[in-house]
Structures are given as C-alpha cells and as structure tokens.
C-alpha cells in the first residue's frame, strides 16, 4: 500500500515530461486504479489528444458540409452498409459514393482518438471525474452520431434530421472544448506550485458574468437557426432532399437576429473585461469571440447575398464550428468552478480501494 506522503509512483506513466512539484497540493484518496500501462499523470499526450479530439470534432463538422454541399448525402443510398451488397462505396457510384464513404470512415479516425484519450485519463477516474466524463462523452457521441447519421441517410436527408446531425457535433465540440481546457490546466498544476490554476484566474462581475451567458446562448440560438435556413437552402445533400417550406429570406432574417444580440454583447463583454482587472486568458477570449463572431457574420451575409456559394457555405460551416469553441471558452473564463488539481500517483491497494467506494 502506497501512502500520499511517498514518492510518487509514476514509474508507469509512459511520457512523464514534467517535474513533479512537491508543493502542489496532494490527496489522501487512493486515486490510481486500472492497468499499470496506462498513464497515471496528466501528461503533454494527454494535453495533445484533448487538442486532436478538438480538432477532429471541429474537422468532422467541415467534412460533412463538404458532403452535403457537393450533393453526396445519399452517395452511399443505405446504411450500416453503403449499398445493400456492399460495405463500401462501388467505382460505379463514382465521386459522391468516394465522399459519402470517406466522410463514415473518418468515424473511425475520432474513434481512435476518443478511445486514446479515455485511456489516457482512465486511472485518473476517481481523482479527476469531471476529465473521465468528458472523455467517455465523446466516444459515446461517435456511435450516437453514426446512428444520427444513418437516420439521416434513411430519410433520405429530412432536414430536421441533418440539423440535429449538426447540433449532435456542435455540442461535441463544446465538451472538447472544455477538455482542453481542463487537461491544459491539470497538466500546468504539474509544473506550477501556489494557487491551482482555474479558468476563472480573475475578477468576475455579476455583469461580465451575465454578458458570458448572453453570448453563450444567443450563439446556440444562431447555430441552431442557421440550421433552419440550410434545411430551407438549396443545399440539401441531395437534389432530391426534402426542403423546409418556409420563406428563405425570412428565416435568414430570423436567424440573425440572435447574431445582432451576440455582437452586441460581445463587443460588451469585451469593455467590461478589458476594464476590469481580468487574467489575459480572460481578455483573449473575450477578444477571440467577437473576433470569430464579427467574421462568421461577414461570410454569412457574403454567401447569402451572392448564391450561397459552397466554399463560403463551407467556411460559414468552420465559423459556425469556431463560434461554439469561442463562445465556451469565453464563458468558461467567467462563470467555471473548476479547480486544477494534480493527479495523485498514488497506487490504490484494496483497503483504499474499498474506502472509496465507501
Ligand atoms: C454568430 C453568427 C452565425 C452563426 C453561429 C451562424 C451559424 C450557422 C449555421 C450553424 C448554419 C447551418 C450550417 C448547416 O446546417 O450546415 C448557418 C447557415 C446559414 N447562415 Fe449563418 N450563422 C451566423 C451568421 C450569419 C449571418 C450574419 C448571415 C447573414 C445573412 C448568415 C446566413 C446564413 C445562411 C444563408 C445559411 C444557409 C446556408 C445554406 O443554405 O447552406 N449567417 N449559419
């Protein structure tokens, strides 16, 4: 049995890289448990998986607008299988079947990373639960939205369907936000003594505080209005997709209309922090969401007043994408509970073990 007050036993952490500070604050709880090759510390790999996991959220949202604006919903007509023979996409279903096909695979690919990054918080469970969740969130949201997706592809592209693919992948982004965050500021408290840091490292106001929740949830609202027009737009993945029988001017004004309150309290948020004595982490989100909010706008009326082209449709997709990763963090910085605390490496015995699940 291994006692906090021992050396820590990071034998087993494959990529230890930073020192470990003896003043950082340590638990009593037994908080090591599950297989000795898997790390026991939050590392610089835990850190990069938290940012490929971001990444590849964000990356998936592109390539599937890629899929659907070049027409290439249906370019596998069924699903699990692309075709009722086949698995795969056939030389004969040519270039939609080649995009359809590669976008499912990419499943595979954030599969991949969201199974590597559990793992790598996987012995950390019981000392950082919050990290745990997170992780197994994104790996249950790959075979959710394969099931979403194969919905989509058997209502031969309903457009309630496909934005709630969208808002699926929208919130995903969102978590993996917040897990880099969190796994940035688990893997600082490693080299750092003093204070653990927080994403809330400076003043907040009640009003900075509020401003934070109204560009959160106006932005939501956005993101899923902007769902509304594309599901009324020309761009249904399919040229025969059912559309939505609204207006389409007048679901694009209703759709921005959240986006003016967004700005509004962007641009707010931003004074009221830059006036305060706030952190820089704290400024530079509040700088990065307007930043992303002002030019997600400008593509927007860009594509709309000129034919809704596919590469600003699709660049208006990434913005969209950028928007819930700014809007997050800019709230994170201001309304977060969260506390960095170091992984114990500590190995739990029974006795522990047993006490904590007392
Ligand atoms: C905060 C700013 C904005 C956000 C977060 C946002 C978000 C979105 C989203 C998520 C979609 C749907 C993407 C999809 O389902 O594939 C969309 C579509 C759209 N947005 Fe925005 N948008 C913003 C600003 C604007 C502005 C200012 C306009 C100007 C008119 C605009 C015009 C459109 C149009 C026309 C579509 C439909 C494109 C299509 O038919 O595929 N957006 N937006």
């Known amino acids: 049995m291994t006692s906090s007050t021992q050396p820590a036993a990071v034998g087993t952490a494959p990529d230890v890289d930073l020192p470990h500070d ?9 908080v090591l448990d599950g297989p000795r090759w898997l790390p026991s510390t ?22 599937g607008g890629a899929v659907r604006l070049t027409k290439s919903g249906l370019g596998c007509p069924t699903w699990p299988k692309c ?7 056939t030389p004969e279903m040519g270039i939609h079947g080649i995009i359809e096909f590669g976008n499912r695979t990419l499943t595979f690919v954030l599969g991949f990373i969201a199974l590597a990054m559990l793992l790598w918080v996987w012995r950390m469970r019981r000392s950082h639960p919050s990290l745990f969740w997170m992780s197994f969130g994104l790996l249950l949201g790959i075979p959710a939205q394969a099931v ?20 699926v ?6 978590v993996a936000t917040l897990l880099v965050s969190r796994v940035g500021l688990e893997w600082r408290v490693r080299s750092e003594s003093g204070t653990p840091p927080q994403p809330v490292d400076g003043p907040t106001t009640p009003l900075s505080r509020g401003l934070a929740w109204i560009v959160f949830i106006s932005g939501w609202a956005a993101v899923y ?9 020309p761009h249904g993945g399919d040229a025969t997709a059912p559309r939505h029988d609204f207006d389409p001017l007048i679901v694009t004004r209703i759709h921005v209309v959240p986006v003016y309150i967004m700005v509004a309290a962007a641009v707010l948020l931003m004074i009221v922090v830059l006036r305060q004595d706030s952190s820089r982490g704290q400024r530079m989100s509040t700088v990065r969401v307007l930043m992303v909010v002002l030019f ?12 809704l082209p596919i590469l600003l449709v699709l660049l208006h997709m990434l913005g969209a994408a950028l ?30 073990m047993a006490q904590a699940r007392a």
Request: aromatic content about 6%.
């Open 83 to 89: 075709t009722p023979e086949s698995l795969t996409n």
């Open 169 to 174: 992948s929208a919130t995903m982004v969102c």
């Open 323 to 352: 928007i819930v990763w700014a809007m997050t963090n800019a709230l994170d910085r201001q309304r977060s509970t969260y506390t960095a605390r170091v992984a114990e490496a500590v190995e739990a015995g029974p006795e522990q």
């Open 148 to 167: 979403v997706g194969g919905i989509t592809v058997l209502t031969q592209l309903n457009p309630w369907v496909v934005a709630g693919h969208f808002m």
């Open 225 to 233: 209005l902007g769902t509304v027009v594309t599901g009324t737009g």
């Open 22 to 30: 003896a003043a950082v604050p340590r638990s009593a709880e037994p």
């Open 42 to 63: 939050i590392t610089r790999t835990t850190y990069w998986l938290a940012i490929a996991s971001l990444i590849s959220e964000i990356g998936i949202i592109v390539t």
């Open 296 to 307: 997600q706008g400008l593509i927007g009326y860009v594509q709309h007043f000129n034919g």
